[in-house]
């Protein structure tokens, strides 16, 4: 298969793109902003040909298209920050999207016709309406961020194009994902960075947190890209399918683990003032995923979150992720 990433030089698009390798027999290519590959995914350049790019440029974008003739076109490229999409809605809204309709009117001018995979997210349910349910794909949308609105809208959108012009599309919803390489500015990644630099003496063994109330769902992303060629090869045009775990953990308790695996001994300060989490519980029912394509977890979270730390400790302290 000759396949496309959008975002490629992000956490998952790094993830996917060795994966796909690993599987063999693809050859694979991605379009992100960047010209080069990050250091920490420089080892991708022997993998894939990167192609420069911005999504709201669509000449640029048809002209990627049309060099790489992709059989499957994965889109991950997007705003990913639910923080701080609080403070920048425009540009979280440009980028999940304006990006997004810019490749789907990309592709429709280009007369080709991948199987393209839409990566979206489980934050586009929000809270269910019966605390600890499941959120299956029939659940409403009540996004409670603009990170998780301009998720809703383009995951919409993704169905409505397969409608008029009629692309192929598929769609995939992600609970929390985590693991090596992923930004610190997400949870267990945090947590982990400072574990990290304790150990090492880098900072004083506290870690300063905010709300640890929250449950999330949390899969390892090296088992949330195996489902991605699954859905390319056996998704059905226009649906959606969730993939996560199926159960959740306190954010308080992942931390707990961590520093189960510290080698120093760390205090923890909850700040009193810190924001509640604007989505407190979410848990996917991902048995649509399970009956299409066989998919499951099967990463332990104790080994996910231990791969974590390791790969903090093997960050230098100017050095930074994906």
């Given amino acids: 298969m000759r396949i496309l990433l959008t975002g490629i030089t992000g956490f998952v698009g790094g993830h996917l793109t060795e994966a796909l390798h690993a599987a063999g027999g693809h050859a694979l290519a991605g379009l992100a902003r960047a010209d080069r590959w990050p250091p920490g995914l420089a080892h991708l350049a022997a993998l894939a040909e990167l192609y420069p790019g911005d999504l709201l440029d669509g000449p640029r974008v048809e002209e990627v298209l049309r060099a790489v003739r992709p059989d499957w076109l994965v889109h991950l490229a997007g705003y990913a920050n639910t923080g701080r999409s609080f ?3 425009d540009v979280c809204w440009r980028d999940n999207l304006d990006a997004t309709r810019g490749l789907y009117d990309a592709v429709a001018r280009s007369g080709l016709r991948p199987r393209v995979l839409f990566v979206s997210s489980g934050l586009v349910y929000g809270e269910p309406d019966e605390l600890g349910a499941a959120c299956d794909e029939r659940t409403a949308f009540k996004p409670a961020s603009p990170y998780a609105a301009s998720k809703a809208a383009a995951d919409v959108l993704s169905y409505q194009v397969t409608r008029s012009p009629g692309l192929d599309v598929v769609r995939v919803r ?4 985590t693991g090596p390489r992923q930004s610190a500015d997400y949870a267990v990644a945090n947590f982990a960075r400072q574990i990290a630099a304790a150990e090492a003496g880098r900072q004083d063994p506290v870690i300063d947190t905010g709300d640890l109330s929250a449950e999330r769902d949390v899969t390892d992303i090296r088992d949330v890209v195996a489902a991605f ?6 998704g059905r045009t226009g649906e959606a399918y969730n993939a996560g775990r199926g159960e959740t953990v306190p954010v308080r308790d992942l931390l707990g683990r961590l520093l189960g695996l510290a080698r120093v001994r760390v205090e923890v300060r909850e700040r009193a003032d810190a924001r509640r989490a604007d989505t407190a519980v979410t848990r996917a029912d991902a048995q649509k995923l399970r009956a299409a394509t066989g998919w499951a ?5 104790d080994q996910t979150l231990a791969d974590t730390l390791d790969y ?3 960050v230098g302290p100017g050095e930074r992720p994906v």
């Fill in 297 to 301: 977890p099967r990463i332990p979270l």
């Fill in 312 to 314: 903090w400790r093997s």
């Fill in 174 to 177: 992600l609970f929390n994902q």
């Fill in 87 to 89: 403070r920048e809605p």
């Fill in 229 to 234: 060629p699954l859905l390319l090869e056996k």
